[in-house]
């Protein structure tokens, strides 16, 4: 990111000092979406004006750091006036919030994600635990250090790639691209940086830490979605299939009529509720990756 | 001079925060697709400065606003280059509350206007 921008942004963020930390990082994402989008159109546009200038009159048209954050702290301490008037989604009741995850885009994309965790936990192990292995055995060798070198830096990848699957599925905000860092002169230098760099090894530990956690949620999930289904599709079950609810060698117990639609709504608000863990997973999921992933 | 430059700004302050919110459904409402922070700032980047005395930058917070309000809705997109683009689109709330809002600004103004002729034919 140019540094211009980067000051901007420094500038603006001591400018919201004291403000809801999560209008700061709306402020922050607002300013560098903006300006960055500014200067790649200018520079498209324009190739032979240097980047300082175009983002110097960039910010001047966004307006001064005090400007908006100024502009933010107003809007927050004005409140939610539409919201309050017409009482939806702040002020829900504690059933419209339950029943209202049924149409949460959000809750079917945390369900996937905790589904799609255990291939992804299951890769991270096993080529963090290959890679680290192996680079160890053969750091005596030749190309010991090269493989090292190169390990650490798909490590890095997979922390990236890792932040743009959270921030779409669970809506987190992670880093889009690698912090920027000024190259290195050589090869040595450059193992070096990533050997001394917190990160990598934070990311390391998170890959490791993926496969049971992956398997958490996977079981979790699978087995909730298993007997709300099981739940939901008694009927079918039943008198469509020939399955009882439970059964042995010499009985069989079958759910008698009356309960049929008692276990139907069960079946539903069982759903709901796996909808609920996934969303609760995904936050704190979200919470554990930008903890390891991110760079304070 | 100060005190009429304070009352000026005073007023302008309070002109806008509702007009700028309007302006926003507004442009939203007209666009088939989502439109994103900078798209819909460069539609009217000279009215803000001309009118409101504003920076393109104020505007996002009032589109955070309208958002938490249930008047439009949001996806984050990634971007190949750079940050990822977090895109709007009105919601059906956000539509009818505009339509109640135009109602209201559309007679705001005739009455405004009229009061003001009144004034200057006298």
Redesign the interface.
């Known amino acids: 990111m140019s540094e211009l921008i980067k000051e901007y942004l420094t500038r603006l963020k001591t400018a919201l000092a004291g403000s809801d930390p999560a209008t700061v990082q ?2 922050l ?6 300006l ?3 200067l ?1 159109l200018a520079k498209r546009e324009t190739p032979e004006i240097g980047e300082e200038e175009v983002i110097a009159s960039a910010i001047e ?4 750091a005090e ?2 954050a100024s ?2 702290s ?3 301490s ?1 409140g ?4 309050e008037a ?1 009482g ?3 002020r829900k009741s504690s059933s419209a919030r339950f029943f209202g995850v049924f149409t949460d885009p959000r809750a079917y994309a945390s369900l996937f994600y905790m589904l799609f965790s255990l291939i992804l936990g299951t890769f991270y192990f096993s080529w963090t635990v290959t890679g680290l292995s192996f680079s160890i055995g053969i750091i005596v060798l030749i190309i010991g250090l090269p493989f090292l070198g190169f390990f650490l830096i798909s490590v890095r990848g997979i922390a990236l790639v890792d932040g ?1 699957i959270i ?2 599925l669970l ?1 987190e ?1 992670m880093p ?2 690698p912090i920027y860092l000024k190259k290195p002169a050589n090869w040595r230098e450059r193992l070096n940086f990533l050997l001394n760099d917190s990160m990598v090894w934070k990311t390391i530990i998170y890959n490791i830490m993926m496969l049971p956690l992956s398997i958490l949620y996977f079981s979790l999930t699978i087995t909730s979605l298993a007997v709300s289904a099981s739940l939901f599709l008694r009927p079918v079950l039943e008198y469509v299939f020939d399955l009882p609810l439970a059964q042995s060698s010499n009985w069989s117990f079958w759910t008698p009529g009356f309960l049929m639609p008692v276990s139907v709504a069960l079946g539903i608000i069982w759903f709901l509720m796996t909808l609920h863990m996934a969303k609760g997973l995904g936050k704190m999921h979200s919470k554990i990756a930008k903890k390891m992933l991110v760079r304070d | 001079m100060n005190t009429e430059n304070a009352a000026n700004k005073k007023f302008r302050k309070e002109l806008k ?1 509702g007009t700028v919110s309007l302006v926003l459904l507004s442009i939203l409402n007209r666009s088939d697709e989502p439109l ?3 798209e819909i ?1 460069k539609n009217i ?1 000279s009215s803000l ?1 001309g009118t409101f005395r ?5 505007l ?3 589109l ?2 309208l958002e ?4 439009l809705s949001s996806t ?1 997109e ?2 190949v ?6 895109y709007y689109r009105i919601t059906g ?1 956000g539509s009818e ?1 505009l339509g109640n809002w135009t109602e209201m600004w559309v007679k705001t103004r005739d009455f405004v206007d009229d009061i003001l002729k009144g004034n200057n034919d006298v």
């Open positions: 709306d402020a994402s607002d300013a560098e979406e903006h960055w989008i500014a790649q048209r966004f307006g001064s400007e908006i502009a933010y107003e809007i927050e004005r939610l006036p539409v919201m017409r939806p989604a702040g743009w921030e779409a809506g905000r889009r691209r | 925060s994103y922070g900078y700032t980047d400065v504003m920076g393109q930058g104020a996002y917070p009032v955070r606003s938490k309000s249930g008047l984050v990634p971007s280059s750079g940050p990822p683009r977090r709330v509350t």
